[in-house]
């Protein structure tokens, strides 16, 4: 009598679907920090951004000899980033990122996004570069739990992931597998621990495959969005009166270099024969700690007060001129 035993080989459920042109389409929800301004951002009622936005799978690149899958996310007709990665039985990594700019930013090592087997306990780090930049991220699986979004209800992994350099950043993320991520909660925090951004992605229909979006090329947000206040975070004004104790010049980056010098010259076009046009009054400047950086130069009121007249106030990232706001100056 002879015994057999069959056996087969049991294969791991992907973590994710990766056909070309799967496309995940998500509800967005963007709250501002304090004194942080986004330009021509349609706010709700609540004073919060909501967009569809879609995370799409747009062939492949070849990197190094690495052929990487093309995770395209596109936001109101603009690509925002570009995810190169591998997908497994093993792990979601990336490999390298494509910026707002087009620029190939290479992670050194490859960055865990997802390591399977995913359960209640497991951790990984990544502490490497991007590009130039230093990067120190920690991820933990802190449970599972159901969790109802717009697309249904999925049995998911709530990843809780911190970031400590080079900024503050906080991660909520719930994976489901077989799925991918059904819902994403990320803060960003200035040094102080104030919030500067805080993008929540919900779920909104289940992954399938669809045709790409159009692509408006010259869609692409400001580099640096300005305006003048006689608060720091008050209503941007164009009119101010003589006897205005600080002016207060914003800014706020939205793809800057890391170290970019920003600088603001102040600039009186027309206030009197006592000064020639296009006389410099002023000029400041601050370094860019991130590429969402953001500040205010200050301008306190001279002894007799600002000279009535109109004035111009030139931004300038790395001296190429960027924007100019004009601004008069009444008694």
Same mark, same amino acid.
């Given at each position: 009598?002879?015994?057999?035993?069959? +056996?087969?080989?049991?294969?791991?459920?992907?973590?994710i679907p990766a056909a070309d042109g799967t496309s995940w389409r998500y509800n967005m929800t963007e709250d501002i920090g304090? =004194?942080?301004?986004?330009?021509?951002?349609?706010?709700?009622?609540?004073?919060?951004?909501?967009?569809?936005?879609?995370?799409?799978?747009?062939?492949?690149?070849?990197?190094?000899?690495?052929?990487?899958?093309?995770?395209?996310?596109?936001?109101?007709?603009?690509?925002?980033? +570009?995810? #190169?990665?591998?997908?497994?039985?093993?792990?979601? +990594?990336?490999?390298?990122?494509?910026?707002?700019?087009?620029?190939?930013?290479?992670?050194?090592?490859?960055?865990?996004?997802?390591?399977?087997?995913?359960? *209640?306990?497991?951790?990984?780090?990544?502490?490497?570069?991007?590009?130039?930049?230093?990067?120190?991220?920690?991820?933990?699986?802190?449970?599972?739990?159901?969790?109802?979004?717009?697309?249904?209800?999925?049995?998911?992994?709530?990843?809780? =992931?911190?970031? +400590?350099?080079?900024?503050?950043?906080?991660?909520?993320?719930?994976?489901?597998?077989?799925?991918?991520?059904? &819902?994403?909660?990320?803060?960003?925090?200035?040094?102080?621990?104030?919030?500067?951004?805080?993008?929540? #992605?919900?779920?909104?229909?289940?992954?399938?495959? *669809?045709?790409?979006?159009?692509?408006?090329?010259?869609?692409?947000?400001?580099?640096?969005?300005?305006?003048?206040? &006689?608060?720091?975070?008050?209503?941007?004004?164009?009119?101010?009166?003589?006897?205005?104790?600080?002016?207060?010049?914003?800014?706020?980056?939205?793809?800057?270099?890391?170290?970019?010098?920003?600088?603001?010259?102040?600039?009186?076009?027309?206030?009197?024969?006592?000064?020639?046009?296009?006389?410099?009054?002023?000029?400041?400047?601050? *370094?860019?700690?991130?590429?969402?950086?953001?500040?205010?130069?200050?301008?306190?009121?001279?002894?007799?007060?600002?000279?009535?007249?109109?004035?111009?106030?030139?931004?300038?990232?790395?001296?190429?001129?960027?924007?100019?706001?004009?601004?008069?100056?009444? &008694?």
């Amino acid at each position: 009598m002879f015994l057999f035993i069959a +056996t087969a080989k049991i294969l791991a459920a992907p973590l994710i679907p990766a056909a070309d042109g799967t496309s995940w389409r998500y509800n967005m929800t963007e709250d501002i920090g304090k =004194g942080v301004s986004i330009p021509d951002a349609k706010l709700d009622a609540n004073g919060k951004i909501r967009l569809p936005v879609l995370y799409r799978i747009n062939g492949t690149e070849n990197v190094d000899g690495k052929e990487l899958l093309k995770f395209e996310m596109h936001r109101d007709g603009v690509i925002t980033n +570009t995810d #190169l990665m591998t997908v497994d039985e093993h792990a979601i +990594t990336c490999w390298a990122r494509v910026n707002l700019d087009g620029q190939l930013v290479k992670l050194a090592p490859p960055q865990t996004m997802i390591a399977a087997p995913l359960k *209640t306990g497991v951790r990984w780090d990544f502490n490497g570069q991007a590009g130039e930049v230093s990067v120190h991220q920690h991820y933990e699986v802190v449970g599972e739990e159901d969790i109802g979004v717009p697309a249904g209800k999925f049995h998911a992994f709530r990843i809780y =992931g911190e970031q +400590t350099s080079p900024s503050r950043m906080t991660i909520d993320r719930w994976f489901a597998t077989g799925v991918g991520i059904v &819902k994403d909660v990320t803060a960003m925090r200035a040094a102080d621990g104030d919030l500067l951004q805080r993008i929540s #992605l919900e779920l909104a229909e289940a992954p399938k495959i *669809t045709a790409r979006p159009e692509v408006k090329f010259d869609a692409l947000p400001k580099q640096l969005s300005v305006s003048i206040a &006689k608060e720091q975070f008050g209503n941007p004004v164009t009119t101010l009166s003589s006897n205005t104790p600080e002016i207060y010049a914003r800014w706020q980056g939205q793809r800057l270099r890391k170290g970019a010098r920003i600088k603001a010259a102040w600039i009186a076009e027309n206030i009197g024969e006592d000064f020639p046009r296009g006389y410099k009054v002023d000029e400041v400047s601050a *370094t860019a700690e991130s590429p969402t950086a953001h500040g205010a130069f200050t301008l306190t009121r001279p002894e007799g007060g600002w000279a009535p007249g109109d004035y111009r106030v030139e931004f300038y990232v790395d001296d190429v001129l960027v924007d100019v706001v004009k601004l008069k100056i009444v &008694k």
